[in-house]
């Protein structure tokens, strides 16, 4: 066998090493009570802002941290600390996806994603 041959097998054999070890450490769809008997393991933990709870968000004191209040999809709430500036129209949001881990009885999340209604609006039946 080639030299070549021989080395393009071995970066194969590390390039698939490399797609089932980055398998194991990727985060899942949680509730905050998993999250919590998983402690310091990342998970994605979906529910809805609870609008009646303060937010916190003081960006000239620390621009990168935010905090809220969350309902799970078994309607347990924690308070949840962004490690990032507060997304713009946050207030307005449908749901989020909280991806982080849990703390204690606090859920300290690297990013959130939303669904936002007003982006999800027919504007064609509106119009009508």
Known sequence: MKRSHIIGIILI???IGAIFASLGDASTYATFAQATKNEGKEFHVVGKLN??????????KDPNMFVFYMKDSDS??????????????FEHTEQIVAIGKCVGNEFH????????PSKYVDTKKQQI
């Open 51 to 60: 609008k009646e709870k303060e937010m916190l968000y003081a960006p000239e």
């Open 109 to 116: 999340a690297s990013s959130v994603l939303m669904k936002c």
């Open 13 to 15: 054999a590390v390039a």
């Open 76 to 89: 347990t709430e924690r308070k949840v600390t962004l490690h990032q500036a507060k997304p713009q129209d």
